[in-house]
């Protein structure tokens, strides 16, 4: 699922005050960290994952991995953010506007 421009606006004006949920630390992105916010995303559909100072990995890097093991589109990255957003299969929470 691609999220179109209208979405994405959407989604990054939910996520605004969102706290982060994850922080991934100096080890980096580890299959624990995944498993977290897989968690996180099924719980709550939209996330916010904060890359620490001194976290190795680059952001872009860290939101494409994520993005394709818990199948979640990335909403936005900024800074050292990233806010993913995966649709609840049976019960979603969010409901995103239709059109461009």
Same mark, same amino acid.
């Given at each position: 699922?691609?999220?179109?421009?209208?979405? &994405?606006?959407?989604?990054?004006?939910?996520?605004?005050?969102?706290?982060?949920?994850?922080? +991934?630390?100096?080890?980096? @992105?580890?299959?624990?960290?995944?498993?977290?916010?897989?968690?996180?995303?099924?719980?709550?559909? +939209?996330?916010?994952?904060? $890359?620490?100072?001194?976290?190795?990995?680059?952001?872009?890097?860290?939101?494409?991995? @994520?993005?394709? &093991? $818990?199948?979640?589109?990335?909403?936005?990255?900024?800074?050292?953010?990233?806010?993913?957003?995966?649709?609840?299969?049976?019960?979603?929470?969010?409901? $995103?506007?239709?059109?461009?």
């Amino acid at each position: 699922m691609d999220l179109t421009g209208k979405q &994405r606006r959407h989604l990054r004006a939910l996520g605004h005050h969102l706290d982060p949920v994850v922080q +991934l630390g100096k080890a980096g @992105l580890t299959d624990g960290v995944v498993a977290a916010v897989e968690a996180a995303v099924e719980r709550h559909e +939209l996330v916010k994952v904060r $890359l620490g100072t001194e976290c190795p990995d680059d952001l872009g890097d860290v939101a494409d991995a @994520l993005s394709e &093991r $818990l199948h979640a589109e990335v909403a936005q990255t900024l800074g050292r953010t990233i806010l993913l957003y995966r649709r609840h299969p049976k019960e979603p929470k969010i409901k $995103l506007p239709t059109g461009s």
